[in-house]
Protein backbone atom coordinates (compact mmCIF):
# COMPACT_ATOMS: atom_id res chain seq x y z
CA UNK A 1 0.00 0.00 0.00
CA UNK A 2 1.07 3.55 -0.72
CA UNK A 3 0.71 5.76 2.00
CA UNK A 4 0.53 9.53 1.42
CA UNK A 5 0.18 12.15 4.19
CA UNK A 6 -0.92 15.22 3.52
CA UNK A 7 -1.62 18.23 5.93
CA UNK A 8 -1.97 21.72 5.92
CA UNK A 9 0.39 23.71 8.55
CA UNK A 10 0.88 27.56 9.83
CA UNK A 11 4.64 29.09 9.74
CA UNK A 12 5.12 27.87 13.22
CA UNK A 13 4.08 24.19 12.49
CA UNK A 14 0.37 23.70 14.03
CA UNK A 15 -2.36 22.07 12.24
CA UNK A 16 -4.89 23.86 14.31
CA UNK A 17 -4.76 26.48 17.27
CA UNK A 18 -5.27 25.51 20.98
CA UNK A 19 -8.72 25.49 20.88
CA UNK A 20 -8.44 22.43 18.26
CA UNK A 21 -11.34 24.24 15.94
CA UNK A 22 -10.66 23.42 11.89
CA UNK A 23 -8.35 26.85 10.93
CA UNK A 24 -8.01 27.60 7.21
CA UNK A 25 -4.52 27.04 6.09
CA UNK A 26 -4.69 26.59 2.54
CA UNK A 27 -5.82 28.80 0.12
CA UNK A 28 -8.53 28.09 -3.08
CA UNK A 29 -5.11 26.83 -4.70
CA UNK A 30 -4.13 24.61 -2.24
CA UNK A 31 -7.87 22.94 -1.22
CA UNK A 32 -7.79 22.20 -5.34
CA UNK A 33 -4.65 20.22 -5.40
CA UNK A 34 -6.07 18.33 -2.04
CA UNK A 35 -9.43 17.79 -3.90
CA UNK A 36 -6.92 16.11 -6.66
CA UNK A 37 -4.97 14.28 -4.01
CA UNK A 38 -8.35 12.51 -2.73
CA UNK A 39 -9.30 11.69 -6.42
CA UNK A 40 -6.57 9.91 -6.86
CA UNK A 41 -6.61 7.59 -3.93
CA UNK A 42 -8.48 5.02 -2.98
CA UNK A 43 -9.27 5.74 0.88
CA UNK A 44 -8.56 9.33 2.56
CA UNK A 45 -7.96 8.64 6.66
CA UNK A 46 -8.20 10.85 9.28
CA UNK A 47 -7.75 10.02 13.46
CA UNK A 48 -11.31 10.48 15.65
CA UNK A 49 -9.78 13.64 17.00
CA UNK A 50 -10.41 15.26 13.73
CA UNK A 51 -13.36 13.74 13.47
CA UNK A 52 -14.72 15.47 16.83
CA UNK A 53 -12.71 18.52 15.82
CA UNK A 54 -13.52 19.31 12.56
CA UNK A 55 -16.83 17.05 11.71
CA UNK A 56 -15.14 16.56 8.14
CA UNK A 57 -16.75 14.91 5.05
CA UNK A 58 -13.30 14.07 2.68
CA UNK A 59 -15.73 13.31 -0.38
CA UNK A 60 -14.27 15.49 -3.22
CA UNK A 61 -15.89 18.74 -4.36
CA UNK A 62 -15.08 19.02 -8.09
CA UNK A 63 -17.43 17.53 -10.34
CA UNK A 64 -15.08 16.65 -12.90
CA UNK A 65 -12.66 14.64 -10.83
CA UNK A 66 -16.21 12.83 -9.83
CA UNK A 67 -16.58 12.01 -13.15
CA UNK A 68 -12.99 10.77 -13.99
CA UNK A 69 -13.28 8.45 -11.25
CA UNK A 70 -16.49 6.99 -12.66
CA UNK A 71 -14.90 6.84 -16.13
CA UNK A 72 -12.21 4.54 -14.93
CA UNK A 73 -14.77 2.12 -12.94
CA UNK A 74 -14.41 3.19 -9.81
CA UNK A 75 -16.29 4.97 -7.05
CA UNK A 76 -17.32 8.07 -7.37
CA UNK A 77 -15.63 9.06 -4.44
CA UNK A 78 -12.65 7.22 -2.38
CA UNK A 79 -13.82 5.24 1.02
CA UNK A 80 -13.10 7.43 3.95
CA UNK A 81 -11.36 6.08 7.46
CA UNK A 82 -10.93 6.76 10.68
CA UNK A 83 -8.67 5.80 13.13
CA UNK A 84 -11.05 5.67 16.05
CA UNK A 85 -9.59 2.59 18.71
CA UNK A 86 -12.52 3.41 21.14
CA UNK A 87 -14.93 3.70 18.74
CA UNK A 88 -16.21 7.05 20.03
CA UNK A 89 -17.03 8.52 16.25
CA UNK A 90 -20.75 10.03 16.62
CA UNK A 91 -23.66 8.07 14.82
CA UNK A 92 -24.80 11.69 13.16
CA UNK A 93 -20.86 12.49 12.05
CA UNK A 94 -20.55 13.80 8.55
CA UNK A 95 -18.38 11.21 7.41
CA UNK A 96 -20.65 8.34 7.93
CA UNK A 97 -23.19 9.38 5.44
CA UNK A 98 -23.55 7.43 2.17
CA UNK A 99 -21.94 9.47 -0.45
CA UNK A 100 -19.18 6.91 0.39
CA UNK A 101 -17.83 3.56 1.73
CA UNK A 102 -16.55 4.12 5.68
CA UNK A 103 -14.52 2.00 7.58
CA UNK A 104 -14.04 3.09 11.17
CA UNK A 105 -10.41 1.33 12.59
CA UNK A 106 -11.37 -0.07 16.17
CA UNK A 107 -9.03 -2.15 19.04
CA UNK A 108 -10.63 -4.58 20.53
CA UNK A 109 -11.40 -2.73 23.95
CA UNK A 110 -14.00 -0.67 21.91
CA UNK A 111 -17.31 -1.19 23.17
CA UNK A 112 -19.14 -3.74 21.17
CA UNK A 113 -22.42 -1.42 21.46
CA UNK A 114 -20.64 1.15 20.02
CA UNK A 115 -19.36 -0.94 17.39
CA UNK A 116 -22.96 -1.75 16.66
CA UNK A 117 -23.97 1.96 16.74
CA UNK A 118 -21.68 2.44 14.50
CA UNK A 119 -22.72 -0.42 11.96
CA UNK A 120 -26.06 0.02 12.15
CA UNK A 121 -25.08 4.19 10.84
CA UNK A 122 -23.66 2.16 8.19
CA UNK A 123 -19.92 2.11 8.73
CA UNK A 124 -18.17 -0.74 7.93
CA UNK A 125 -15.84 -1.80 11.34
CA UNK A 126 -12.47 -3.07 11.17
CA UNK A 127 -11.15 -4.05 14.39
CA UNK A 128 -7.19 -4.62 14.66
CA UNK A 129 -5.12 -4.05 17.70
CA UNK A 130 -5.92 -4.83 21.82
CA UNK A 131 -5.67 -1.45 23.19
CA UNK A 132 -5.08 1.12 20.48
CA UNK A 133 -5.37 0.66 16.91
CA UNK A 134 -2.39 -1.24 14.72
CA UNK A 135 -2.13 0.25 11.79
CA UNK A 136 0.11 -1.97 10.41
CA UNK A 137 -3.03 -5.03 10.89
CA UNK A 138 -5.70 -2.20 9.56
CA UNK A 139 -3.57 -1.38 6.65
CA UNK A 140 -3.79 -5.08 5.76
CA UNK A 141 -7.38 -5.21 6.17
CA UNK A 142 -7.89 -1.92 4.08
CA UNK A 143 -5.63 -3.86 1.36
CA UNK A 144 -7.78 -7.04 1.30
CA UNK A 145 -10.83 -4.45 0.77
CA UNK A 146 -8.53 -3.00 -2.27
CA UNK A 147 -7.74 -0.61 -0.86
CA UNK A 148 -3.84 -0.03 -2.73
CA UNK A 149 -3.73 3.99 -2.49
CA UNK A 150 -4.15 5.41 0.77
CA UNK A 151 -4.31 9.19 1.27
CA UNK A 152 -4.11 10.77 5.10
CA UNK A 153 -4.80 13.83 5.84
CA UNK A 154 -4.41 14.02 10.08
CA UNK A 155 -4.06 15.18 13.42
CA UNK A 156 -1.27 15.17 14.61
CA UNK A 157 -1.41 11.99 16.93
CA UNK A 158 -1.87 9.79 13.74
CA UNK A 159 0.42 11.28 11.56
CA UNK A 160 3.04 10.66 14.52
CA UNK A 161 2.25 6.90 14.64
CA UNK A 162 2.54 6.78 11.19
CA UNK A 163 5.64 7.29 10.94
CA UNK A 164 6.85 5.63 14.10
CA UNK A 165 5.29 2.68 12.09
CA UNK A 166 7.81 3.27 9.63
CA UNK A 167 4.29 3.32 7.22
CA UNK A 168 4.54 6.97 5.27
CA UNK A 169 5.95 7.21 1.43
CA UNK A 170 5.13 10.26 0.80
CA UNK A 171 4.56 13.74 2.49
CA UNK A 172 3.38 16.60 0.89
CA UNK A 173 3.12 19.69 3.56
CA UNK A 174 1.54 23.08 2.69
CA UNK A 175 3.18 25.61 4.70
CA UNK A 176 0.74 28.88 4.91
CA UNK A 177 1.88 32.18 5.76
CA UNK A 178 0.53 32.43 9.25
CA UNK A 179 1.33 32.23 12.73
CA UNK A 180 -0.95 30.38 15.14
CA UNK A 181 1.22 29.37 18.22
CA UNK A 182 0.41 27.79 21.35
CA UNK A 183 2.33 25.34 23.11
CA UNK A 184 -0.71 23.17 23.61
CA UNK A 185 -1.93 23.52 19.79
CA UNK A 186 -2.11 20.67 17.55
CA UNK A 187 1.82 20.06 15.09
CA UNK A 188 2.09 17.80 12.20
CA UNK A 189 3.62 15.48 14.27
CA UNK A 190 2.81 14.69 18.16
CA UNK A 191 2.15 11.33 19.97
CA UNK A 192 5.09 10.83 22.30
CA UNK A 193 7.52 12.51 20.01
CA UNK A 194 11.13 10.90 18.86
CA UNK A 195 14.43 11.02 20.83
CA UNK A 196 16.73 9.63 19.00
CA UNK A 197 16.39 7.63 15.18
CA UNK A 198 14.31 10.28 13.94
CA UNK A 199 12.79 9.96 10.50
CA UNK A 200 14.29 11.60 7.82
CA UNK A 201 12.90 12.47 4.35
CA UNK A 202 13.97 13.04 1.28
CA UNK A 203 13.25 16.63 -0.19
CA UNK A 204 11.82 16.27 -3.54
CA UNK A 205 10.30 19.81 -4.53
CA UNK A 206 9.34 23.46 -3.37
CA UNK A 207 6.37 25.05 -5.02
CA UNK A 208 5.08 28.93 -4.01
CA UNK A 209 0.85 27.75 -3.94
CA UNK A 210 -1.10 30.28 -2.79
CA UNK A 211 0.47 32.25 0.12
CA UNK A 212 2.34 29.58 0.93
CA UNK A 213 5.12 27.03 0.35
CA UNK A 214 4.36 23.28 -0.75
CA UNK A 215 6.78 20.98 0.15
CA UNK A 216 6.86 17.04 -1.24
CA UNK A 217 9.23 14.90 0.16
CA UNK A 218 9.56 10.55 0.01
CA UNK A 219 10.10 9.15 3.52
N1 LIG B 1 -4.33 21.53 8.98
C1 LIG B 1 -4.52 20.28 8.60
O1 LIG B 1 -4.09 19.85 7.53
C2 LIG B 1 -5.28 19.36 9.50
C3 LIG B 1 -5.57 19.75 10.79
N2 LIG B 1 -6.18 18.85 11.65
C4 LIG B 1 -6.37 19.27 13.04
O2 LIG B 1 -5.75 18.30 13.89
C5 LIG B 1 -6.46 18.26 15.13
C6 LIG B 1 -6.78 16.84 15.48
O3 LIG B 1 -5.58 16.13 15.63
P1 LIG B 1 -5.33 15.17 16.87
O4 LIG B 1 -5.97 15.75 18.08
O5 LIG B 1 -3.88 14.88 16.90
O6 LIG B 1 -6.19 13.90 16.53
P2 LIG B 1 -6.09 12.77 15.39
O7 LIG B 1 -7.02 13.15 14.29
O8 LIG B 1 -4.69 12.43 15.05
O9 LIG B 1 -6.78 11.55 16.15
C7 LIG B 1 -6.13 11.00 17.28
C8 LIG B 1 -6.97 9.88 17.81
O10 LIG B 1 -6.94 8.78 16.88
C9 LIG B 1 -7.14 7.60 17.59
N3 LIG B 1 -6.13 6.59 17.26
C10 LIG B 1 -6.42 5.30 17.04
N4 LIG B 1 -5.33 4.61 16.82
C11 LIG B 1 -4.29 5.46 16.90
C12 LIG B 1 -2.90 5.29 16.77
N5 LIG B 1 -2.34 4.09 16.53
N6 LIG B 1 -2.11 6.38 16.94
C13 LIG B 1 -2.67 7.60 17.17
N7 LIG B 1 -3.99 7.82 17.31
C14 LIG B 1 -4.80 6.74 17.17
C15 LIG B 1 -7.04 7.91 19.07
O11 LIG B 1 -8.33 7.92 19.62
C16 LIG B 1 -6.46 9.30 19.10
O12 LIG B 1 -6.94 10.04 20.20
C17 LIG B 1 -7.68 19.14 14.97
O13 LIG B 1 -7.44 20.38 15.60
C18 LIG B 1 -7.80 19.31 13.46
O14 LIG B 1 -8.41 20.54 13.14
C19 LIG B 1 -6.56 17.61 11.23
C20 LIG B 1 -6.32 17.20 9.94
C21 LIG B 1 -5.68 18.05 8.97
N1 LIG C 1 -5.18 20.57 3.54
C1 LIG C 1 -5.82 21.26 4.51
N2 LIG C 1 -5.67 22.59 4.61
C2 LIG C 1 -6.27 23.27 5.60
O1 LIG C 1 -6.09 24.58 5.69
C3 LIG C 1 -7.09 22.61 6.52
N3 LIG C 1 -7.73 23.30 7.51
C4 LIG C 1 -7.25 21.21 6.36
N4 LIG C 1 -8.03 20.55 7.23
C5 LIG C 1 -8.55 19.22 6.98
O2 LIG C 1 -9.37 19.13 5.84
C6 LIG C 1 -10.36 18.15 6.06
C7 LIG C 1 -11.75 18.74 5.89
O3 LIG C 1 -12.37 18.03 4.90
P1 LIG C 1 -13.80 18.43 4.27
O4 LIG C 1 -13.63 19.75 3.62
O5 LIG C 1 -14.79 18.43 5.36
O6 LIG C 1 -14.02 17.33 3.28
C8 LIG C 1 -10.18 17.65 7.45
O7 LIG C 1 -9.41 16.51 7.46
C9 LIG C 1 -9.50 18.83 8.06
O8 LIG C 1 -8.92 18.67 9.26
N5 LIG C 1 -6.62 20.55 5.35
Redesign the pocket.
Known amino acids: MHVHV???TSADGK??SRRRE??????SD??AR?DEV?AASDA?L?GVG?VL???????L?DSSLIDARESRGESPHPARVVADSRARTPTDA?ILDDEATTYVLVSEDAPETRCESLEAAGAAVVVAGEERVSFPAAFDALESHGVERLMV???GEVIFSLFAAELVDELTL?V?SMIIGGRDAPTLADGEGFVEEFPRLSLQSVERVDDGVLLTYTC
Open positions: NAALSQVKISGDFVRVVTADDPHLTDREGGYG
